[in-house]
């Protein structure tokens, strides 16, 4: 009986300046890089352990009137709950969720997309 010895990933750490960088650009280069793909032993099924460092966050561009306009939603789960936050309250107060709710709709809906989100940071 063969065994097969398990391959041991190093730790990446990846630091982008994204100043002048729309929101949705920066969400596709982002879920690359955590998903690993720009690794050459990539595999989909593989959680590479890739951290990526954003700096010069606060200069991310927003095209069309998104700041004014743009709403998000979240419901608490009882009913009559759903709450509606506008898009410049939160980039105030959280752009980090901005930021990872972004980049989870480019990731893959399975078991590492909570892991992988974990991983942004702001610098």
Do not use: C
């Not at 990933?9 to 960088?21: R, S, T």
């Not at 690794?39 to 069309?64: A, C, E, H, Q, S």
């Not at 752009?95 to 590492?112: E, Q, T």
Request: aromatic share 14%; hydrophobic share 40%; net charge positive.
């Amino acid at each position: 009986m063969v065994k097969k010895q398990k391959k041991i990933i190093e730790k990446e750490i990846i630091e982008l300046d994204v100043a002048n960088l729309s929101l949705g650009r920066l969400a596709v280069l982002i879920s690359y890089y955590l998903q690993g793909k720009h690794r050459v032993d990539y595999k989909p099924y593989i959680d590479f352990p890739v951290f990526v460092n954003l700096k010069n966050w606060d200069k991310i561009k927003f095209t069309g009137n998104k700041l004014d306009s743009k709403y998000i939603y979240k419901h608490t789960g009882y009913w009559g709950h759903l709450k509606k936050y506008s898009f410049k309250e939160l980039w105030d107060k959280k752009p980090l969720f901005i930021i990872r709710k972004a980049i989870s709709g480019m990731l893959p809906k399975n078991k590492l997309r909570k892991k992988r989100l974990l991983r942004i940071n702001l610098v």
